[in-house]
């Protein structure tokens, strides 16, 4: 479960005050497939961050099966996150000098997983996102797409139980995008929790929920009226 | 004009070939606008950088206004670039340690633009793409889409003939997304030639041909069937 309330992200720039996340409260259960939709700026990533343990709040309350991570120190986060917590990047987050593969292990390294059953999983993983004949390259050698398809497979490796995926086909074809879509779906089905941000509608409508954002607020909140 | 003739970029990755590009032979005349569509590794960034005078072919001719480019060394494909060419990239470039209006004077700067010129004109340039209150913002204090608007402008600023835009919108909602496709529409409206990649369709549809990639080839080029 996840409770947010009262939640403030304020970062100050040059004398002006830029309101981030600007007083919102919500509650997301277990099991739930949440879409966040909102303009450009209007606070979507800087809550998914917050929410999903990257970053801290400048006031409110965020708990995730509750535990405030307000109290915890940013070891005591990277534990909770690693356990909970997988998280696709708008901006993807790979490590330049690494391979596809050595991305996708790093979880597993930090989980302290044997080599051998490491590898085994980030190849198969690689191979769910296409991308099993390229487990070698670099992230500089891969197309846009490649590189966002490896971020997806690193954010799922660990088997987390809240997934955040922020944008995570906006590079990627309409038969990649659906075959990240099915993976989405699949792990829902699973009992997962997912949370998305996009701007496509019809990714949107794979949740059940919709949250709309603007001038780091929520604006709308309810069910998600399907084509 | 923009004269492809069996165009091949080739990478070799411990033993395997990559065909990016694989046999492409496309013509494109001045002031038209061009959508490429394809798959997540199809080749069409590869394609672009190498028409936008960003890289060279493994073999092959691409002729820009008759100049063939890979007759020119790296520093005359740049002054060739920096005075035709804008190039709107898919993972934006920035330069992370200067400011939005900084990266947007950069192509200023090089032409030798006189500064309170330049000031001006990038000013105003991030105000049409609605960032006029983030001057003095880095790049890591700018949401995704704002980044990507940074991109565009910076791309726009020196009045290029030939506009090259790889998923210009992926990362914007859809109200700043028809911003900048006015802002593109509004581009070939007054001459300039626009090749725009994209995967969604209505984005597509603001120009008049599509070009369809797979596996580094044209499978499909004529009009767009606009819906
Ligand atoms: N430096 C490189 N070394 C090896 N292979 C490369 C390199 N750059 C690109 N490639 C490969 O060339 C192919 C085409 O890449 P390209 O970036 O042009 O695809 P794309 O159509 O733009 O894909 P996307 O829609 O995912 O952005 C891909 O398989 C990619 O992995
Ligand atoms: N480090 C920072 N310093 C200052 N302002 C910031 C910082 N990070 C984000 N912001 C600002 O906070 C606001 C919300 O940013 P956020 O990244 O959450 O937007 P978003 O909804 O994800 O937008 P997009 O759809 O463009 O990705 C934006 O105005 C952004 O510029
Ligand atoms: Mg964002
Ligand atoms: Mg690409």
Known sequence: TIEVKDLYKIYSL??????????ITINIEDGEFVSIMGQSGSGKSTLMHIIGCLDKPTRGSAKIDGQEITDLTENELADFRLDKIGFIFQTFNLIPRASALKNVELPL??????????????TKMLESVGLGDRLSSRPT??????????AIARALINNPKIIFADEPTGNLDSKSGTEIMAILDSLHEQGKTVILVTHEAEVAEHANRLIRLFDGKVIEDGPIKAN
Do not use: D, M, P, T
Request: charged share 25%; proline share 0%; glycine share 14%.
């Open 141 to 150: 050698q891969l197309s846009g797409g490649q590189q966002q398809r490896v």
């Open 109 to 122: 390294i930090y989980a302290g997983v044997s080599r051998a059953e490491r590898r085994e999983r980030a």
């Open 14 to 23: 040059e004398g002006v005050e830029i309101h981030a996340v600007n007083g």
